[in-house]
T-cell receptor, first 116, second 113 residues
Framework: EAGVAQSPRYKIIEKRQSVAFWCNPI?????LYWYQQILGQGPKLLIQ????????DSQLPKDRFSAERLKGVDSTLKIQPAKLEDSAVYLC??????????????FGPGTRLTVL | GDSVTQMEGPVTLSEEAFLTINCTYT??????LFWYVQYPGEGLQLLLK?????DKGSNKGFEATYRKETTSFHLEKGSVQVSDSAVYFC????????????FGAGTRLAVHP
């Protein structure tokens, strides 16, 4: 079974530029999560989708971050414009329908973003 | 709000030593508790979990018991190997919530031969 795929693995940009990350979850997983992991900290949820609807985006900085999952499968997370403090690893995870008790999340390898 | 506190690292041990990584939590209701591991250059992997009080999760020689009275979920292993060197994260999901994982800061373990 293929795992969660993410690309790119690494990205270096200058502040005020824009960047986008892509995630393809495990086939059949209805729930998709984006986490931000700043160096030395645990991951923090940015946004959670159930199929193509948003379940929780309470910690997403909506003035600069956006995310979509238009067809309920793969997802894109965008930052525009980037700030220095956005330097982090962005992790995508997926799980079966959380509402049906599918609470094990499977993580992708992450995208390491460096903002200069 | 809900939170997880882990012992600070790094933890440095010799091979075959006993490992304990402390984890305590604050949450309303009855959360599910998890330990995730991140090996160098790899993504987060679920190590073990427990979904109710007094449950013991176990995997690959690691164990953790859900202790509601002390709000703890300490990770233990009787004899560590060099290959166990990684960062370990304690986490919870709130009961009745949307399955959002709330992580501790992580504890780096280094095992030397």
């Amino acid at each position: 079974e293929a795992g969660v795929a993410q690309s790119p693995r690494y990205k270096i940009i200058e502040k005020r530029q824009s960047v986008a990350f892509w995630c393809n979850p495990i086939s059949g997983h209805a729930t998709l999560y984006w986490y931000q992991q700043i160096l030395g900290q645990g991951p923090k949820l940015l946004i959670q989708f159930q199929n193509n609807g948003v379940v929780d985006d309470s910690q997403l900085p909506k003035d600069r971050f956006s995310a979509e999952r238009l067809k309920g499968v793969d997802s894109t997370l965008k930052i525009q414009p980037a700030k220095l403090e956005d330097s982090a690893v962005y992790l995508c995870a997926s799980s079966l329908d959380f509402a049906s008790g599918g609470n094990e999340q499977f993580f992708g390898p992450g995208t390491r973003l460096t903002v200069l | 709000g809900d939170s997880v506190t882990q012992m600070e690292g790094p933890v440095t041990l010799s091979e075959e030593a006993f490992l304990t990584i402390n984890c305590t939590y604050t949450a309303t209701g009855y959360p599910s508790l998890f330990w995730y591991v991140q090996y160098p250059g790899e993504g987060l992997q679920l190590l073990l979990k427990a979904t109710k009080a007094d449950d013991k999760g176990s995997n690959k020689g690691f164990e953790a018991t859900y202790r509601k009275e002390t709000t703890s979920f300490h990770l233990e292993k009787g004899s560590v190997q060099v290959s166990d060197s990684a960062v370990y994260f304690c986490a919870l999901t709130r009961s009745g919530g949307y399955n959002k994982l709330i992580f501790g800061a992580g504890t780096r373990l280094a095992v030397h031969p």
